[in-house]
């Protein structure tokens, strides 16, 4: 099955600075990427996507990036704000089973004003 | 978006009952239901994957006599927890996907505390 690996695990920003999170997955099967944030004791909120015929994807002040090659994702948030502060999901979409997302382990964002 | 609701949103029960929670896809057909556990601190494990009408397929290591899954429409699928024990407490989430959507709907999640 797939395997999805992230890091850091804890990420602390100045507000304004930029912050970026890293994923990488196991399956070449795997095409598509979401991420998710999730604040404390509610439902993971999707805040982009990327499938796997695309290299990037932006909006507004979050980009997403693919290498399928290297077979890693990453997140890109800039002009960081102290409502930015919540815990990061990469996930991958694994084709070979029942439509099934893998979870990466999940980075806590602080934004510090 | 698409919406989906679960009910309750928080539960208490004592050791040794069990426990029932509902995931409801409120504007959409969900014809693929996942049921998420999620510990303190940890990220999401999928528990199970139900489509209507059809038996849940466990994830290895996910008593399926101990988690009942029933998906028996397009917009109701529901977890039973039999024979709750304390280390079953947890935050329990469920999603929904429209036939060969990509995207998953989540629900607002059920935190389950046994005492």
């Known amino acids: 099955g797939e395997n999805v690996e992230q890091h850091p695990s804890t990420l602390s920003v100045q507000e304004g600075d930029s912050a970026v999170i890293k994923c990488t997955y196991s399956d070449s099967a795997s095409n598509y990427f979401p991420w998710y944030k999730q604040e404390l004791g509610k439902r993971p909120q999707l805040i982009i996507d990327i499938r796997s015929n695309v290299g990037e994807k932006k909006d507004q002040r979050i980009a997403v990036t693919l290498n399928k090659t290297a077979k890693h994702f990453s997140l890109h948030i800039t002009e960081t704000q102290p409502e930015d502060s919540a815990v990061y999901f990469c996930a991958a979409f694994y084709s070979g089973s029942a439509r099934q997302l893998t979870f990466g382990s999940g980075t806590q964002l602080t934004v510090l004003p | ?115």
């Open chain 2, 1 to 115: 978006g698409a919406v989906v609701s679960q009910h309750p949103s928080w539960v208490i029960c004592k050791s040794g009952t069990s426990v029932k929670i509902e995931c409801r896809s409120l504007d959409f057909q969900a014809t693929t239901m996942f049921w998420y556990r999620q510990f303190p601190k940890q990220s999401l494990m999928l528990m199970a994957t139900s489509n209507e009408g059809s038996k849940a397929t466990y994830e290895q290591g996910v008593e399926k006599d101990k988690f009942l899954i029933n998906h028996a429409s397009l917009t109701l699928s529901t977890l039973t927890v039999t024979s709750a024990h304390p280390e079953d407490s947890s935050f329990y989430i469920c999603s929904g996907v429209q036939g060969a959507s990509y995207e998953q709907y989540f629900g607002p999640g059920t935190r389950l505390t046994v005492t």
